[in-house]
């Protein structure tokens, strides 16, 4: 039996997947969901994988958080020190360029027929 996501709206989408081939000529699995059974309509959700609802209610399939231990956080994790140091004047700008006058506009067919 296919897995089946039934979403806020009470609607029932199928999980379904797709080996592909890139541009690169390598292969990459896909998953989706379609709202029939078609070809390729896998029993379970993959390993590593849980099933989300968009803002519009179509579930999508996203790569679980795993958790990183505080020990092995990175160093870029931690919050920057505050700098004692005061903050630098901002440049002046620069002088706007002065452009020259654009020329005057040309009278259309239809004003120079008029006179």
Known sequence: M?????NSKGRSY???SRVTTLRNGSKQTIYFFASEAKDGALDAVPQGYEVSES???LPVLKRQQVAV?????????KPAAKSTKAK????AAPEA???PAAKPATKTKA?????
């Open 2 to 6: 296919a897995f089946s996501y039934t």
């Open 14 to 16: 199928i999980l379904h």
């Open 55 to 57: 803002k519009n209610g």
């Open 69 to 77: 231990p505080a020990a092995a956080a990175p160093a870029a994790a």
């Open 88 to 91: 630098a004047a901002p440049a």
């Open 97 to 99: 360029e002065t452009k």
């Open 111 to 115: 004003a120079k027929a008029k006179g």
